[in-house]
């Protein structure tokens, strides 16, 4: 299990407790964190799940592969910290990542 916070546009935030082996989208998905879409269910096949990992994760949620980089380029105000949720699969080493959600979904 791991704590994940999510972070509303808005600043509100979301945390939550999800099993390992979940990807960072299922779980806000599961716990009705508004924000992310998820249209595509975790394909990789839309941006609708985008989010921006905290600095401090980075190193750990690594770099994404180039199908990920492919579907960033269809994310709303995409940053060098973009990831799509459904890519980040929770593990303990996550345990307290922040990733913090664009105004709007690609």
């Known amino acids: 299990m791991a ?3 999510y972070i509303e546009h808005s600043g509100t935030e979301h945390v939550v407790e999800a099993e390992n082996g979940v990807s960072v989208m299922e779980a806000a998905v599961q716990n009705m964190v508004p924000g992310i879409d998820a249209d595509c269910g975790g394909a990789c096949a ?3 799940c985008h989010v921006y990992v905290d600095d401090a994760w980075r ?4 770099k994404p592969e ?3 980089e492919s ?3 269809f994310a709303a105000e995409p940053k060098e910290n973009s990831r799509l949720s459904c ?4 593990s303990d080493a996550l345990d307290g990542l922040i990733v913090r959600l664009p105004e709007f979904q690609g």
């Open 59 to 62: 190193e750990k949620t690594g």
């Open 71 to 73: 579907m960033l380029d």
């Open 87 to 90: 890519q980040l699969k929770i």
């Open 66 to 68: 180039a199908m990920e």
């Open 46 to 48: 839309c941006a609708t």
């Open 3 to 5: 704590k994940i916070t």
